[in-house]
């Protein structure tokens, strides 16, 4: 356990605990999507996929507990570098914001992880913990995004989730070692890449839903 405390202790430890989950929830995200892409093939083949999820029963438990523990520590250590790196530097920089590497993507990451934050517990309110007793999963998720206000504001919302999602991904290799100037481009590449088809796949499923 001794490590464990040095690791959490540490920046670079509470950096590599933050890289570990957020490469977790890059993988859950490409997982759920996966699962949103059966919208397009209708309303029954989406509600089969839904129903044969909550057939695997403690598996999927497990699952979500472990997505709210990587949730708890991914806040917390982000929370902490936070507050450590404004215990650091009371008073603005002088120099440009963009000065060694900074990107807007970066400079915003704890404001559009609060956001997604706050969009996460919207969606588990809206969908996962709605009353499912007269309508389908289907039914509950077209029912919500006809209002125009949340059909925005879940667009809205992927986009948010690929930007924070851009600059996480390849941060989080480079967390672990891999700032090479050969590797660096190309992981930088992918992370654009997965970051619009996340931003995209996500975003064009509830205009989907809505025109259909």
Not at 23 to 50: E, P, Q, R
Request: glycine content about 8%.
């Amino acid at each position: 356990m001794n490590w464990l405390t040095k690791t959490v202790n540490s920046s670079v430890g509470k950096k590599q605990f933050m890289a570990v989950t957020g490469l977790g929830f890059c993988c859950f995200l490409a997982i759920h999507l996966f699962g949103n892409m059966f919208v397009y093939l209708g309303k029954d083949a989406f509600n089969s996929y839904v129903d044969h999820l909550h057939a695997l029963g403690p598996l999927v438990t497990i699952s979500e507990i472990g997505l709210v523990i990587f949730a708890l520590i991914h806040i917390c250590m982000a929370a902490i570098l936070f507050l450590q790196n404004l215990a650091a530097r009371p008073v603005g920089y002088v120099v440009k914001r963009n000065a060694g590497g900074r990107t807007p993507a970066s400079a915003t990451m704890p404001y559009t992880g609060l956001l997604i934050l706050i969009f996460i517990i919207i969606h588990m309110v809206t969908f996962k913990f709605a009353d499912h007793s007269h309508m389908t999963v289907y039914e509950v998720v077209e029912t919500a995004l006809s209002n125009m206000p949340v059909l925005v504001f879940y667009i809205l919302s992927t986009v948010v989730v690929a930007f924070h999602v851009n600059h996480g991904l390849w941060s989080a290799f480079q967390t672990f070692g891999a700032n090479h100037p050969k590797y660096m481009p190309i992981i930088r590449g992918f992370g654009i890449v997965y970051s619009l088809i996340i931003g995209i796949g996500f975003g064009f499923v509830p205009v989907f839903i809505v025109l259909l």
